[in-house]
């Protein structure tokens, strides 16, 4: 079914990027217990670890289609703003149905930093940043390795779109406490940002729109620091 030139990198993205980071998530926890500093160090290394690796493996990739964002780059911003609205939407929507399947109490740790010391917030703010490098590293995976290598050929486009946004959703399976229905909310997000790469032809559109989209996180730290500052 897949095409030699491809099917490598295709196997090695599900490998590394979906089967590789759920057993780094649940040996994390397994480490950690309880204890946020602890999962949250490993994690963050584990996501920088791929990240420089994604950067120095597509390195010219990226460069190439940076340079092809910036020759139309007020066009592109408004196509990102664009699909940051419509996943905003989608995931709100589906979020609303799907959310009911997830557990009521979830069998696994919530990992937080305390938001009442400078400590707390500094160090929250750092995984924020990490996390805006995961959305990087996802579109690259999921978006680029796992879906629009195949472009030149319409059926296995489409099998490519569900297959990796349906891993997409299900490699945030302990977003959800344990719900793979409930992570279904995401394989629409993974859709909606598969579509972005499709009609824009350029990687950095969904990249953008991920960011953008994992923000919240951080501006919500920066909104507390001001106001610790100011208080």
């Known amino acids: 079914m897949f095409n030699s030139k491809?099917?490598?990198?295709?196997?090695?993205a599900i490998l590394i990027y979906f089967v590789m980071t759920?057993?780094?998530?649940?040996?994390?926890?397994?480490?950690?217990?309880?204890?946020?500093?602890?999962?949250?160090g490993i994690l963050s290394i584990w996501f920088i670890g791929i990240l420089a690796y994604e950067i120095k493996g597509h390195h010219n990739f990226l460069s190439e289609q940076w340079h092809q964002f910036k020759l139309n780059k007020f066009k592109n911003i408004g196509i990102i703003i664009l699909f940051y609205i419509i996943l905003q939407v989608v995931v709100s929507?589906?979020?609303?149905y799907f959310n009911n399947f997830a557990p009521a109490k979830s069998p696994y740790p919530s990992y937080s930093f305390p938001i009442d010391t400078w400590t707390g917030l500094t160090l929250s703010l750092l995984v924020g940043f990490v996390n805006l490098g995961?959305?990087?590293?996802?579109?690259?995976a999921y978006r680029h390795e796992m879906m629009y290598r195949f472009k030149n050929n319409k059926l296995l486009m489409l099998v490519?779109?569900?297959?990796s946004s349906l891993l997409f959703g299900f490699s945030h399976y302990?977003?959800?406490?344990?719900s793979l229905i409930a992570?279904?909310?995401y394989a629409i997000a993974g859709i909606v940002l598969s579509f972005a790469y499709i009609t824009s032809k350029n990687i950095w559109i969904p990249i953008f729109t991920h960011i953008l989209f994992n923000f919240i996180s951080v501006f919500s730290?920066?909104?507390?620091?001001?106001?610790?500052?100011?208080?």
């Open 22 to 40: 759920l057993i780094v998530l649940t040996i994390d926890m397994q480490i950690a217990g309880n204890n946020a500093y602890i999962y949250m």
């Open 174 to 178: 302990y977003n959800f406490s344990g």
């Open 6 to 12: 491809y099917d490598f990198r295709f196997f090695k």
């Open 221 to 231: 730290v920066i909104v507390l620091i001001i106001f610790k500052i100011i208080a």
């Open 93 to 96: 929507l589906a979020g609303s």
């Open 134 to 140: 995961v959305a990087f590293v996802e579109e690259i």
């Open 183 to 185: 992570s279904l909310s």
């Open 160 to 163: 490519s779109i569900i297959i």
